[in-house]
T-cell receptor
Framework: DTEVTQTPKHLVMGMTNKKSLKCEQH?????MYWYKQKAKKPPELMFV???????INESVPSRFSPECPNSSLLNLHLHALQPEDSALYLC???????????????FGQGTRLTVV | GNSVTQMEGPVTLSEEAFLTINCTYT??????LFWYVQYPGEGLQLLLK?????DKGSNKGFEATYRKETTSFHLEKGSVQVSDSAVYFC?????????????FGQGTELSVKP
């Protein structure tokens, strides 16, 4: 099973709302990622968790707050977003980053977020 | 620095035509290389990978060979189908701040006509 499950698939939120995106994997992967993708562009890395600890934050604004409650779950909490934050948010997971053979990341289907 | 350069799209082919999408990279060390495919309205799917020089990744009729001497990882398919219409991303993985980071090319949109 190489599935990464993201919920919800679509989300519309106002600029004063608080919402959360959820991601789940059951592949035993120890690294999990959030990416942001604008239309017709490649994904941009936002956060990396390794062994449930935040290891990379690519200077993401604080209105995005990641959380890794356990090794299978990854959340992205959203608060006071701007219309320009509208995008496809992708979650991914991979084996231990130190594994030089199983280096591929598996992506979920994404959450299409619209901020109004 | 680390970067990936892909040929610009869109690429339009007729069904059963030969496909090549060029990808070259710049990286320190020996990164793993990947091709991902994104169908309209969906996430990214891993298409194939190669982890060391001269490795050939293959899947669903697609192939790519890790060429260290030319720093390339070109994607090929002998006979494309309408269902191959999608955006294709070449990517490399680097070790970064005690984590792995994927660096993507800009993507190449492929449109296959019947």
């Amino acid at each position: 099973d190489t599935e990464v499950t993201q919920t919800p698939k679509h989300l519309v939120m106002g600029m004063t709302n608080k919402k959360s995106l959820k991601c789940e994997q059951h592949m035993g992967h120890r690294a999990m990622y959030w990416y942001k993708q604008k239309a017709k562009k490649p994904p941009e890395l936002m956060f990396v968790y390794s062994y449930e600890k935040l290891s990379i934050n690519e200077s993401v604004p604080s209105r995005f707050s990641p959380e890794c409650p356990n090794s299978s779950l990854l959340n992205l909490h959203l608060h006071a977003l701007q219309p320009e934050d509208s995008a496809l948010y992708l979650c991914a997971s991979s084996q231990d980053w130190r594994d030089l053979r199983n280096t591929e990341a598996f992506f979920g289907q994404g959450t299409r977020l619209t901020v109004v | 620095g680390n970067s990936v350069t892909q040929m610009e799209g869109p690429v339009t082919l007729s069904e059963e035509a030969f496909l090549t999408i060029n990808c070259t990279y710049t990286a320190t060390g020996y990164p793993s290389l990947f091709w991902y495919v994104q169908y309209p309205g969906e996430g990214l799917q891993l298409l194939l990978k190669a982890t060391k020089a001269d490795d050939k990744g293959s899947n669903k009729g697609f192939e790519a060979t890790y060429r260290k001497e030319t720093t390339s990882f070109h994607l090929e398919k002998g006979s494309v189908q309408v269902s191959d219409s999608a955006v294709y991303f070449c990517a490399l993985r680097i070790l970064y701040n005690q984590g792995g980071k994927l660096i993507f090319g800009q993507g190449t949109e492929l449109s296959v006509k019947p």
